[in-house]
């Protein structure tokens, strides 16, 4: 698979220890997001993209586990704008039934599927299912804004019975 990452056409001037600039750091997030992608690869290349086009990011390598922080998150009054989740999860909890765990914390979640798996059913149905967007790996920078804004500007859809 291929890993695509946004490329900086000149250095950054005044960069903090922290490698973001001096106006990055002053600029609020453009908000919350929840990943949860159980190869840790795809799980940094997509934190990093995200954390580059602004947005605040937690992750989490199964669907417990994104079920658990986005409850934290909630509890705090801190909730994810957008939870982006991988389908298929080798030995533990996929998407699907992390969306329908996170539904009942938050009926109103906007989610993302992601998967490699290009022509499975929840890709290409992905509204009748619950999901706002989908995505599917590998995926570019640009289509990830694009499923970022469909998921924030679409309203909830229900849940295949």
Request: glycine share 8%.
């Amino acid at each position: 698979f291929h890993i695509y990452l946004p490329a900086v056409a000149s250095p950054v001037a005044d960069s903090t220890a922290a490698g973001t600039s001096t106006a990055d750091a002053a600029r609020p997030p453009r908000g919350r997001i929840l990943v949860m992608d159980d190869d840790e690869g795809v799980r940094f290349g997509l934190v990093a993209c995200l954390q580059q086009l602004g947005y605040l990011v937690e992750e989490t390598a199964d669907g417990q586990a994104a079920i658990d922080a986005y409850r934290g998150a909630h509890a705090r009054q801190e909730p994810p704008d957008v939870v982006i989740l991988d389908l298929t999860v080798r030995g533990a909890m996929g998407g699907l039934d992390a969306l329908q765990g996170i539904r009942q914390i938050d009926s109103q979640v906007a989610a993302i599927v992601i998967s490699g798996y290009a022509d499975n059913e929840v890709l290409r149905d992905y509204r009748r299912f619950g999901f706002r967007s989908a995505l599917a790996k590998p995926f570019t920078t640009d289509t990830l804004r694009q499923a970022l804004a469909e998921a924030r500007s679409a309203q909830p859809t229900a849940r295949a019975t």
